[in-house]
């Protein structure tokens, strides 16, 4: 992959898209000791920071609520999530195997409101056909998410997929 240029990073930076990340919870994933693997944790901190060099707005339960982050109650979970997927433009997904039950409501919700989704899919691993058929009912970008991927490779991969969201955005299909 090439390196982007200065340019081509401002000129992303002045997006204005709001994301909604779904991941697995940070609290509920993982060995019986509710312990979220650092190998996952790093990923889905490096997407969402790759996301936020963008300069896109991110809303991520992992990162943002306090029921995650710091395991203080169960506190308005699905309201909050809910109403920032409404706010949101875009949805990027990661889709683990077995897929989170929490990832394929926001996926539900996403595809219900129409928003295009960003599908960020572990190579070799079979996905159920809820997850195989969403692009008959939503505009869906799968994408490979390597875990060896640099981060100017990851910031690249940010970069193309919100680039294929802006024109999805800008082309809906008819209803």
Known sequence: MTELSDAEIAADARRTMRV????????LT??????????????LTALRDA?????????????DDVWTTRGVGIGLRVPSAF???????????????????????????ATALRKPVVLLVDKAVSHSPMITTLEEVSPVLPLEFDPNWTAAQLRHTIITALD?????????ESA
């Not at 109403?83 to 539900?108: K, N, T």
Request: hydrophobic fraction near 50%; avoid cysteine; charged fraction near 15%.
């Open 20 to 27: 909604f990340l779904a991941a697995p919870s940070l609290r």
């Open 30 to 43: 993982g060995p019986a000791d509710g312990v979220f693997s650092l190998a996952l944790r790093g990923r």
């Open 51 to 63: 996301l936020l060099d963008s300069g896109v707005s991110v809303f991520s339960a992992q990162h």
């Open 83 to 109: 109403r920032a997927m409404h706010a949101a433009d875009l949805a990027v997904a990661y889709v683990g195997s077995p897929l989170s039950a929490g990832v394929g409501m926001e996926l539900g919700w």
């Open 164 to 172: 294929w969201a802006d024109t999805s955005l800008s082309y809906p």
